[in-house]
């Protein structure tokens, strides 16, 4: 046989290989094989970016925040993740938000307000979902609810990702 052929035949049998295995190995969500071999998380106050948003909490410990004497919740029960996603055709990087209410007193938060600077996206986003009122202040849910347990997300797309972090909450 051609040493050329042989070569190129061996090459694409190991690339196989070892797609297989990055496949078995990193199912990537729902059975898909989207492979995400590996993320970077970045732990801001109540900040969390990564790659993959959606796989934060996994394998994590999540202990109760310090709380004073008679305080049913805090806006550390409410975490932010935030990922890079799929850019707009246009080339504009996108970034998923998912905001967490994880209230361990099994409490409903409302009138959640975000620091988010001077925020805007290329992608429209369902203001009662999620919008700036002024400079460093966003609203989260229209100001309603989040449940217990509950996550509200959203999309936008923009140059750079925004730090965002919580500013105040109710205790509903």
């Not at 996108?94 to 009138?111: A, Q, R």
């Not at 509950?150 to 919580?166: D, E, I, K, R």
């Amino acid at each position: 046989m051609n040493r050329r052929f042989l070569l190129v035949l061996l090459s694409s049998v190991s690339t196989a290989i070892l797609f297989l295995f990055l496949v078995v190995l990193f199912p990537g969500e729902s059975g898909s094989f989207g492979l995400k071999l590996m993320g970077l998380r970045i732990k801001q106050g109540n900040n969390t970016f990564s790659a993959l948003h959606r796989k934060l909490l996994h394998g994590t410990t999540m202990k109760e925040p310090n709380r004073l004497p008679g305080e049913k919740c805090t806006k550390a029960d409410i975490v932010i993740n935030q990922g890079a996603t799929r850019p707009l055709p246009t080339g504009i990087p996108t970034y998923t938000v998912e905001i967490m209410n994880i209230c361990f007193t099994g409490c409903d938060i409302s009138g959640i307000h975000l620091n988010c600077g001077w925020f805007s996206s290329a992608r429209l986003i369902n203001p009662k979902t999620f919008r700036r009122l002024h400079y460093n202040d966003c609203l989260v849910n229209d100001g309603k609810p989040l449940i217990n347990g509950g996550t509200v997300s959203f999309q936008y797309a923009n140059t750079f990702l925004y730090p965002l972090s919580v500013s105040r909450v109710i205790c509903s």
